[in-house]
């Protein structure tokens, strides 16, 4: 392969190595995100009726929420960072100051999606239930906009069956899932999913699944580098945490769906979970969802020219010989 011949490559050809790799990477990768929301283009505060920014892709209409006191959807003016994951505008925080309540708030979904699927988001809980199992915390795809009926697909890092950050996922409405590993809190997660057989009639033999895998920073980090072609490999020693979750009747869709953000403080929880969401995408990899961020323009222009000054030197000795 090309890429292993450079390791090997004279010195004196390296800057011009450099230079046409670095326009490779940015003119040949090509990934396809259907749906992206990373809270750009907001006003701070709740974003309950606000209209889905330009800055999105693949909602529309109103962001909606129930109405239920003493609950709160916020929008941040700051980011939730995630290392070199591309991410600008704000963040959503989801937290209530009393037991036995939920938010929901949602967008509809008109980007088509179908087939195998990915997803990433990024999160932060400050405070993770503590008293009721019941609590739970992450993002759904319903048939409703800002309540709890038909439940098609739902993610949970805090989930609904254990104290704590112990995820659990929901494909085709009530189906549990299985897993291991817990969350902490104060510690910033990316949970990359992979749905399979969306929209297709689910049968014994033609199971829809979804697996979400939850990684730290290092992490994420390690599994980048191959584009993630190990992740179907990972053990309990190499993420944080892992779910799956399978339907083998019935059939789910996402597109026509309303994205939903959730937190619900089950009666008696003290614990009154506080989570940040940021920089969701849905797409057709996982490289995809996870894009970098590009440099800016002037940094751009110092690697040029320190390659074009590599060339400069280089043909100058040539030229002395």
């Given amino acids: 392969m090309q890429g292993m011949k450079s390791l090997t490559m004279p ?27 990373t809270f750009s283009g907001y006003v701070a505060g709740s974003l309950g009726g606000q209209s889905a920014s330009s800055a999105s892709a693949g909602l529309s209409g109103n962001w909606e929420r129930n109405a239920v006191t003493d609950t709160y959807a916020d929008v941040q003016s700051a980011s939730l960072a995630f290392g070199d994951l591309a991410n600008e505008g704000g963040s959503l925080r989801l937290y209530g100051t009393a037991a036995n309540k939920s938010v929901v708030i ?9 087939g195998t699927v990915y997803s990433a988001f990024v999160f932060r809980f400050d405070t993770l239930s503590t008293s009721n199992a019941a609590s739970f915390s992450g993002i759904r795809m319903s048939s409703t ?10 993610v949970s890092p805090d989930g609904s069956a254990s104290l704590g950050g112990t995820p659990d996922a929901r494909f085709n409405g009530s189906v549990g899932s299985s897993g291991w590993g817990t969350l902490l809190a104060s510690e910033t997660y990316i949970a990359l999913s992979r749905y399979e057989r969306v929209g297709d009639t689910l049968s014994a033999s033609a199971k829809g699944k979804l697996t979400t895998w939850y990684l730290t920073l290092d ?5 980048k580098t191959d584009n993630f072609a190990t992740l179907n490999a990972a053990t309990a020693a190499d993420v944080a945490a892992k779910t799956y979750s399978e339907s ?15 937190v619900f403080n089950a009666s008696g ?4 979970i506080d989570v940040t969401f940021d920089a969701l995408r849905f797409g057709d990899s996982f490289d995809a969802v996870t894009p970098l961020s590009i440099p800016e323009p002037a940094t751009w ?21």
């Fill in 269 to 272: 929880e003290t614990g009154l």
């Fill in 219 to 223: 992490q994420f980090n390690a599994y």
């Fill in 248 to 262: 083998s009747s019935g059939t789910s869709t996402i597109t026509g769906s309303y994205l939903q953000f959730v």
């Fill in 106 to 114: 949602g967008a509809r979904v008109d980007a088509s999606l179908a």
């Fill in 11 to 37: 010195s004196r050809l390296f800057p011009l190595s450099f230079a046409a790799g670095l326009a490779l990477a940015t003119a040949g990768a090509h990934a396809t995100v259907y749906l992206e929301e």
């Fill in 145 to 154: 906009q800002d309540g709890s009926s038909d439940t098609r697909f739902a």
């Fill in 301 to 321: 222009a110092v690697l040029i020219g320190a390659a074009a000054f590599g060339i400069a030197v280089m043909l100058r000795k040539r030229s002395r010989r």
